[in-house]
């Protein structure tokens, strides 16, 4: 006999044979056992589902515009990047509009002052270049004119280590930074160039109070994804749109677009410098002891 386990059986006990002639009697009792898979299996399966659901989150998610939850977050994650400066930040875009070579910045960013100081290096198939230099919200200033690193040769970027006056770091920027004379720096407004772009989203993304939520959320913003970067989880945002549509499923609307955990800290952003051309600032490490040195902004 075949059990399933979502009908209940019940086990006969065998009854003697009847006598030729004889009456049929009163049937005896029966043993009745039934099975309870039913309440099992339908625990199993949902305790399963429960789990499922836990360890996918949004996974599978449409995006959305933002709930008011999701819009809190928002709304805290620039004033969160205000409190946790001076921050580590590393700038990462492409050399050329044709997306040749890539431009990397690592920099200590204060938000308190709206001041910069980074090592840079740009690298493509023929060269590379590194150097220092300083921003804040009026302009770049560049330490020195760019030389190319020791031992490079054409195609390919050199394996020795950096001379003693080429700064690969944030911290070495800091520090070096620091012993330049307000003379030694070369000073330039802001262009529209993707780097200049790039470096003044660094001094800007950050406020000294939080957004108002129902504000934001009523901009446009929208909850993209689930995704995990070095093994913490965040909420992938795009920006608020200065024209929102009545579908609010163009995503692509936003030129910028948000990495922000359940605590509302910021970990990443990227705008979109042309089609399909991005930049990427990562905070790699916040509350530093680095501070950003008075050069080039000092007087005298």
Request: glycine share 2%.
């Given at each position: 006999m075949r059990f399933s386990p979502h009908e209940p059986h019940e086990l006969h006990v065998p009854q003697p044979p009847r006598e030729p002639g004889k009456p049929r009697g009163p049937r005896g009792p029966r043993k009745k056992i039934w099975v309870t898979a039913v309440a099992a299996t339908t625990a199993l399966a949902g305790a399963l589902t429960a789990l499922l659901l836990l360890l996918s989150g949004n996974t599978g998610a449409s995006p959305h515009p933002v709930s008011a939850d999701e819009a809190l977050r928002m709304a805290l994650a620039r004033f969160r990047a205000y409190e946790a400066s001076p921050a580590e930040v590393t700038v990462r875009l492409p050399a050329t509009e044709a997306g040749d070579g890539t431009i990397t910045v690592r920099a200590v960013v204060d938000h308190h002052v709206r001041r910069a100081v980074g090592a840079y290096e740009i690298v493509d198939d023929t060269r590379t270049v590194q150097g220092l230099l300083a921003w804040d919200l009026e302009g770049i200033a560049v330490a020195r004119p760019p030389a190319a690193a020791p031992g490079a040769e054409p195609g390919r970027t050199t394996a020795r280590p950096?001379?003693?006056?080429?700064?690969?770091?944030?911290?070495?920027?800091?520090?070096?930074?620091?012993?330049?004379?307000?003379?030694?720096?070369?000073?330039?407004?802001?262009?529209?160039?993707?780097?200049?772009?790039?470096?003044?989203?660094?001094?800007?993304?950050?406020a000294d109070r939080p957004d108002n939520a129902a504000l934001l959320a009523r901009s446009g913003p929208l909850w993209l994804r689930d995704e995990r970067l070095d093994g913490h989880g965040y909420g992938v945002f795009s920006g608020p749109r200065p024209a929102p549509s009545a579908s609010a499923s163009l995503a692509d609307d936003s030129t910028l677009t948000y990495w922000i955990d359940t605590d509302g800290d910021l970990r990443r952003v990227t705008a979109r410098m042309s089609p399909g051309r991005y930049a990427t600032v990562d905070f790699v490490a916040t509350r530093v002891r680095t501070s950003v040195p008075g050069a080039p902004w000092m007087k005298g």
């Open positions: 950096p001379a003693p006056d080429i700064v690969t770091t944030a911290a070495q920027a800091a520090r070096k930074a620091g012993t330049l004379k307000r003379e030694e720096w070369t000073r330039r407004p802001y262009s529209t160039a993707p780097l200049d772009r790039a470096l003044r989203l660094v001094v800007s993304v950050a």
